[in-house]
T-cell receptor
Framework: NAGVTQTPKFQVLKTGQSMTLQCAQD?????MSWYRQDPGMGLRLIHY???????DQGEVPNGYNVSRSTTEDFPLRLLSAAPSQTSVYFC???????????FGQGTRLTVV | GQQVMQIPQYQHVQEGEDFTTYCNSS?????IQWYKQRPGGHPVFLIQ?????EVKKQKRLTFQFGEAKKNSSLHITATQTTDVGTYFC???????????FGTGTLLAVQP
């Protein structure tokens, strides 16, 4: 049972490049979410999904897209990377919205 | 939108001293969760509180949920070096499905 798996662990992008951060969970959780963590600002919600085919915006959605075609996968797309998107990104899943969240190991992204 | 603030942002204690972090939400929460993140790691769930005024204990950790369900606290008795990390509260308000995290409190423990 792998839990929540994020890839890659580290990534360096040039400004304007696009990329997809992958997130997969094998716990059959309905609820998945993406957070970014920046010093002094805690974990901020980017996008979340309450089930396959359903996504919604969080606190800081601009510059990011998501889709949820299967229960297991919830990729996060950066359309045109900007230095302000340099951060540590965490994917999380919950059985339901009010139960404990399980986090992936994180992706450290640097945009130069 | 819903905001969750924590104080202090940083706390440095001597091993054996007590530690408390406070969590305040701008809106009423349906529940409050607490997480711990070790340096370089990912957040790990500690506990969830649901009822108004609820108090729960885990060994040296005591968690409280305020009567108005808008604030919470985590108290650690006699800190140890293994307590080092950032402690986050997280809450879901009302009808929303968003789990909003607090700003976190970084705890440093000097042996």
């Amino acid at each position: 049972n792998a839990g929540v798996t994020q890839t890659p662990k580290f990534q360096v992008l040039k400004t304007g490049q696009s990329m997809t951060l992958q997130c997969a969970q094998d716990m059959n959780h309905e609820y998945m979410s993406w957070y970014r963590q920046d010093p002094g600002m805690g974990l901020r919600l980017i996008h979340y999904s309450v089930g396959a085919g359903i996504t919604d915006q969080g606190e800081v959605p601009n510059g990011y897209n998501v889709s949820r075609s299967t229960t297991e996968d919830f990729p996060l797309r950066l359309l045109s990377a900007a230095p302000s998107q340099t951060s540590v990104y965490f994917c999380a899943s919950n059985l339901q919205g009010s139960t404990e969240a399980f986090f992936g190991q994180g992706t450290r992204l640097t945009v130069v | 939108g819903q905001q969750v603030m924590q104080i202090p942002q940083y706390q440095h204690v001597q091993e054996g001293e007590d530690f408390t972090t406070y969590c305040n939400s701008s809106t009423t929460l349906s529940n409050i969760q607490w997480y711990k993140q070790r340096p370089g790691g990912h957040p790990v769930f500690l506990i969830q509180l649901v009822k108004s005024g609820e108090v729960k204990k885990q060994k040296r950790l005591t968690f409280q949920f305020g009567e108005a369900k808008k604030n919470s606290s985590l108290h650690i008795t006699a800190t140890q070096t293994t307590d080092v990390g950032t402690y986050f509260c997280a809450g879901k308000g009302g009808a929303t499905n968003k789990l909003i995290f607090g700003t976190g409190t970084l705890l440093a423990v000097q042996p």
